[in-house]
């Protein structure tokens, strides 16, 4: 009887390269979702610093804040997001702050062609490993801007 089949070695090959194949894919799917589920490991306790009395108000041209971070680790740089009347506007501030450190910035805004702010949110991103989170649910919210 003259029967063709597969060779034992290439039918192993195969399984092989299917089972790797399926590894692959599942741990694509299983790095996606803790991506998607990553927060921040740290806490950052930022917080507006208290720095004879104005921690956060607008002087007519400029935005003034005074950010405070935590006992716990050194933020990289915070994002500023701000909603006002005439849309939102986000920018990165150069605002490294170590360990119980302070950080004043003075960020320029014109109310008459940005409008009144409505929100303004300091999202801290701080570095582990050589890799940044952005600590989205540790970020300072305040929808009052004095004036200065």
Do not use: W
Not at 59 to 65: A, K, M, R, T
Not at 97 to 118: A, L, V
Request: hydrophobic letters at 40%.
């Amino acid at each position: 009887m003259d029967k063709k089949a597969i060779a034992p070695i290439v039918a192993t090959l195969l399984l092989i390269g299917f089972a790797v194949a399926v590894g692959v894919v599942v741990m694509n799917f299983g790095q996606a979702q803790v991506e998607v589920a990553a927060t921040c490991a740290v806490d950052v306790n930022l917080a507006f610093a208290d720095d004879g009395g104005k921690k956060l108000c607008y002087d007519g041209s400029n935005i003034q804040v005074t950010l405070q971070n935590g006992n716990n680790i050194k933020v990289t740089r915070v994002l500023l997001d701000m909603i006002t009347t005439e849309g939102t506007t986000s920018q990165p501030l150069q605002a490294a702050m170590d360990k119980t450190g302070t950080h004043s910035k003075n960020i320029k805004y014109n109310k008459e062609q940005n409008g009144e702010i409505r929100q303004v949110k300091f999202t801290p991103v701080v570095t582990v490993n050589k890799e940044d989170f952005t600590c989205t649910e540790m970020a300072l919210v305040t929808s009052r801007v004095p004036d200065c």
